[in-house]
């Protein structure tokens, strides 16, 4: 069974720093491109980072980079994502996302596997 386990979510200030984690199972970890996504209330579901290791391939959206930074441990199949100098406009439910993308590397129909969710608020 394919399982995506996001943790590491909460309330913080902006400014301040959070590190989310995905635990993976049930498929081949090496293989597949890992992603994490987030969706803020009203609004579409958004890539934010990609990290493909097959490909040595990482690739940030326009908003977060410079401040988030995507690895993976291809030892214990978690995927991280490094969060600083949270803005407001961060605040939503990030999910992490496996897949196999050819079109777009942060296409949501791209993605075979979804976590549930966690959810990071920054106040301000």
């Known amino acids: 069974e394919v399982q995506l386990v996001e943790s590491g979510g909460g309330l913080v200030q902006a400014g301040g720093s959070l590190r989310l984690s995905c635990a993976a199972s049930g498929f081949d970890f090496d293989d597949y491109t890992l992603a994490w996504f987030r969706q803020a209330p009203g609004k579409e579901r958004e890539g934010v980072s990609m990290?493909?290791?097959?490909?040595?391939?990482?690739n940030y959206a326009a908003p977060v980079k410079g401040r988030f930074r995507i690895s993976s441990d291809n030892v214990k199949n978690i995927v991280y994502l490094q969060m600083n100098s949270l803005k407001p406009e961060d605040t939503a439910v990030y999910y992490c996302?496996?897949?196999?993308?050819?079109?777009?590397?942060?296409?949501?129909?791209?993605?075979?596997?979804w976590g549930q969710g966690t959810q990071v608020t920054v106040s301000s």
């Open positions: 990290i493909s290791e097959r490909d040595g391939i990482i």
């Open positions: 996302a496996a897949g196999d993308p050819y079109r777009s590397w942060f296409g949501v129909h791209e993605y075979d596997f």
